[in-house]
């Protein structure tokens, strides 16, 4: 058998067996990308905390507040869609590592495949 796969897929990797014994790209991304994602999240969540608090600093609407009322409602408009695009990094970052970890199994199945005939050798294993 050649050492390199013939057809294209996504998941199975067209490169030798050879290069099994080196770390895949996808975990230090999609590590990275969850990293990122988390510190978003935790900044958000720390934001979310000054705004619980300037909130509750409200009394009515008195004059001096109406400027922190428009703060707060900015930063509540804009807080929700990049909290959810950090869970989406965060998940995104996830099915990266999942990815590489789909093409190493396809690699130990291409090396199965390869090593599979010269182990059963002529007399078919008997």
Do not use: C, H
């Amino acid at each position: 058998m050649s050492p390199k796969l013939a057809t294209f897929s996504l998941t199975r990797p067209t490169a030798s067996v050879a290069a099994y014994a080196a770390e895949p790209w996808q975990f230090r991304v999609g590590i990275a990308m969850a990293g990122a994602g988390a510190m978003l999240l935790m900044a958000f969540f720390v934001l979310t905390i000054v705004i619980a608090g300037w909130v509750s600093d409200l009394n009515g609407a008195e004059a001096g507040n109406v400027s922190l009322l428009g703060r707060v409602n900015t930063y509540e408009a804009w807080l929700l869609p990049v909290a959810v695009g950090a869970i989406a990094l965060v998940k995104f970052g996830i099915a990266v590592i999942l990815y590489g970890i789909v093409r190493r199994l396809w690699l130990r199945v291409a090396a199965v495949k390869e090593s599979l005939p010269a182990l059963v050798g002529r007399g078919g294993g008997k």
